[in-house]
C-alpha cells in the first residue's frame, strides 16, 4: 500500500503560524494502527487525525495518534479534519453541513460553515463530568510547576474536567504568576503516564466575565505546551458550568498558545446541559 496523503493544518487559527498544528489523513482505509502511529510521529504535532472508513449510520470513523500514543478524543484535530474534509474533498462520500465522526469516546457531531473569515467548525463534545481532583495529584501538580494552593483561585476550585479526555483543571488567580509560571517536561511527562491522564494538564486564568487564558501542559516528542486544546476548552465549559461561574445558556472565549509562540482562539458555547459546543478555523500549513 502506498504511504497516504497526509495535510497539515494550523487549528484554532487565522494564521498558519499561530494555534495548533494537526495532521489530517482525510482517506485512512486499510492502514494498521502501528502505520498510523509511525506517521503520527512522522509529522510530530501534538496530534494527527485519520479518517478510517464510515459507520452503518453513516458516521466517519476517526482515530487520533499523539507522536507517542493513540489518544481517545481531540478536539483541534477534529476542528482541523472537519475543514479539511469541507476543503479538500471527502474519499468517503459525500460531505453534508453536518457530519459526525464516530471517536473512540462516541459520536461527536460536527458542524462546518463557510464564513468571510474562511470555513469553521464546531464540535459538540460528550456531557462533561466533572469530579474532584484528589488531593495528592493537586500536590502533585502544584509541585510541578512550582506554585502553592495560595496561587490558585478560591471562587474556581481544582477538578478533573472531562468531556471526551479527563483534564486535570487548575485555576490561577494572579495573571503574572499564571504568565510565569514553568515545569520540567520529563517530570511532567512521568506524572501524566502514572496518573493515566492521557492528555493536558488544564491551567487557566479567568481574564474577565466571558474569557479566559489557558496554558495546557502536554510534553509529547517536541512539544510542552499545547498551542490549543479543544477537548480541555471543552472540559472548561463543563467545569464553569457544573461550578456555577458563568449563567447558561453563555460563550465564552479561550486564549491559548501566547506562551509557546502560536497564539490561538477557541470560542466555547455553554448551554444548560449536554455537551459543550467548541468551534474556530483552521488554516493550512504550507
Known amino acids: 500500500m502506498s504511504e497516504p496523503r497526509v495535510l497539515r493544518y494550523a487549528a484554532f487559527a487565522s494564521s498558519p503560524d499561530g494555534g495548533n498544528p494537526a495532521g489530517v489523513v482525510l482517506d ?3 492502514l494498521s494502527a502501528e502505520t498510523m502511529q509511525r506517521i503520527a510521529a512522522e509529522v510530530d504535532y501534538a496530534e494527527t487525525a485519520f479518517l478510517t472508513g464510515t459507520t452503518d449510520a453513516g458516521a466517519r470513523t476517526i482515530r487520533y495518534f499523539s507522536p507517542i500514543a493513540e489518544v481517545p478524543f481531540c478536539g483541534h484535530a477534529t476542528i482541523a479534519t472537519a475543514i479539511a474534509l469541507a476543503e479538500d474533498g471527502d474519499a468517503l462520500g459525500p460531505l453534508p453541513t453536518t457530519i459526525r465522526f464516530a471517536t473512540p469516546v462516541g459520536d461527536i457531531p460536527i458542524t462546518v460553515t463557510r464564513e468571510p473569515d474562511g470555513v469553521r467548525a464546531a ?24 506554585l502553592a494552593a495560595d496561587d490558585l483561585d478560591p471562587a474556581l476550585p481544582p477538578r478533573i ?21 514553568t515545569f520540567d517536561p520529563i517530570a511532567a511527562r512521568t506524572l501524566m503516564d502514572a496518573r493515566g491522564w492521557p492528555a493536558t494538564i488544564t491551567v487557566v486564568h479567568r481574564l474577565g466575565d466571558s474569557a479566559f487564558a489557558a496554558r495546557n501542559i502536554f510534553p509529547v516528542g517536541r512539544i510542552t505546551e499545547d498551542p490549543a486544546t479543544g477537548s480541555a476548552a471543552a472540559a472548561l465549559g463543563g467545569y464553569l458550568r457544573e461550578l456555577g461561574a458563568v449563567p447558561v445558556p453563555c460563550q465564552v472565549e479561550v486564549h491559548q498558545g501566547a506562551h509557546v509562540g502560536r497564539p490561538g482562539l477557541l ?3 455553554i448551554p444548560a446541559s449536554g455537551g459543550i459546543v467548541v468551534s474556530g478555523t483552521a488554516i493550512p500549513i504550507p
Open 123 to 146: 464540535f459538540t463534545s460528550r456531557p462533561p463530568v466533572i469530579t474532584p481532583l484528589p488531593g495528592e495529584d493537586l500536590d502533585a501538580i502544584l509541585g510541578l510547576v512550582g
Open 28 to 30: 485512512a482505509r486499510g
Open 267 to 269: 470560542t466555547v458555547d
Open 161 to 181: 474536567a472531562d468531556a471526551g479526555n479527563p483534564h486535570p483543571l487548575l485555576v490561577i488567580a494572579d495573571l503574572e504568576v499564571f504568565d510565569g509560571f
